[in-house]
Structures are given as structure tokens and as C-alpha cells.
């Protein structure tokens, strides 16, 4: 079974940047597309960002022009570049394997504990 561990969250003030790393076990990373999701208290789970196994990316309506998702197979890791930060990104943020189509809430993987991103001044 693959694990994912997220890092890299934080407390920031709004207009802050954070750059959340997602690191994958196993050697399956390279054939799935990849989903970074966020879920903040009392909320559902929302996926955000999405990058495929050709490197297209895709962004909820919410975060385009401030998230960059990128991938990087040979290290099995996921990056999420968060810019200009806003008070209404402030959730657990985590990544894991799309199922079915390279924008999809169904997942492969169990989910790792996720990392923290609070956003206050």
C-alpha cells in the first residue's frame, strides 16, 4: 500500500506563500494523475488541483492564479505552490492518486494526515 506524507504547511498572514511538498512510497506514482485536496473544519473535502500523467494541470475555480501544481515522477513527489495567500485557504491540505479521470474525487490511496495551512494575521 502506498503512502503519502504532506509537509510543508504553516501559519502565514494573508498575501503569504507556501510551497506544500507531497511524497509518495512505491513505484506506482508515475502512472497516476495526482490531486491536491483541502479540507477545511466543517467543511467538505475539496479538490483544488490536479496534475495528470503528462503534466496538464487543472485548478478549481478558487485557486487559479495562486496555486501551481507540479509533479515530479523519479522522486515520487507532488509540489503545491500557494501564493497570495487568503483567510478562505486555511484548511488541511492532501494529495492522493485520482481514479477515473484526471479531476475526480475518487482515490487510490488511503489518506495521509495531511498538513496544515492557516491563514491570519
Known amino acids: 500500500q502506498v503512502q503519502l506524507v504532506e509537509s510543508g504547511g504553516g501559519l502565514v498572514q494573508p498575501g503569504g506563500s507556501l510551497r506544500l511538498s507531497c511524497a509518495a512510497s512505491?513505484?506506482?506514482?508515475?502512472?497516476?494523475?495526482m490531486g491536491w485536496y483541502r479540507q477545511a473544519p466543517g467543511k467538505q473535502r475539496e479538490l483544488v488541483a490536479a496534475?495528470?500523467?503528462?503534466?496538464?494541470?487543472n485548478y478549481a475555480d478558487s485557486v487559479k492564479g495562486r496555486f501551481t501544481i507540479s509533479r515530479d515522477n523519479a522522486k515520487t513527489t507532488v509540489t503545491l505552490q500557494i501564493n497570495n495567500l487568503e483567510h478562505e485557504d486555511t484548511a488541511v491540505y492532501y494529495c492522493n492518486a485520482m481514479r477515473g479521470s484526471s479531476w475526480s474525487y475518487l482515490v487510490h490511496w488511503s489518506w495521509g494526515q495531511g498538513t496544515q495551512v492557516t491563514v491570519s494575521s
Open positions: 512505491g513505484n506506482m506514482f508515475s502512472i497516476y494523475p
Open positions: 496534475i495528470d500523467t503528462g503534466g496538464r494541470t
